[in-house]
């Protein structure tokens, strides 16, 4: 039986949410490691507009609503996903570094700006 999809059953704002943070350990201007083993430190950046920036990547405000929502970190956290800092920025676990939300190639839109 191949393995479940969204395993942690994690709604669309939590997956929106937990994709940008991924996307955020790979950028070395808003991440570090972790204290603990394969974590990795990061801080959300401040929107302009309808947008903002992630590396290469243009991110759409609108899919960003959760990194202000305090209501996702707790579920991200709960999860075991991250441990949160809210609203400075959040450890990503191993788990929430391994975890396959789906929608990279949906939210980071790579275009010339």
Do not use: C
Request: charged fraction near 20%.
């Amino acid at each position: 039986m191949p393995p479940k999809r969204n395993p942690l059953n994690l709604n669309a704002l939590q997956l929106r949410t937990l994709t940008l943070l991924q996307a955020l350990t790979q950028l070395p201007e808003f991440s570090r490691p972790g204290e603990e083993p394969g974590s990795i430190l990061v801080r959300p950046p401040e929107p302009h507009g309808d947008h903002f920036h992630l590396g290469e990547a243009i991110v759409a405000a609108r899919d960003a609503t959760g990194l202000r929502n305090p209501a996702v970190w707790i579920a991200l956290d709960r999860k075991g996903l991250i441990r949160s800092m809210f609203p400075n920025g959040a450890v990503v676990t191993p788990l929430g570094l391994g975890y396959e939300t789906g929608l990279r190639e949906v939210i980071l839109h790579r275009a010339a700006h």
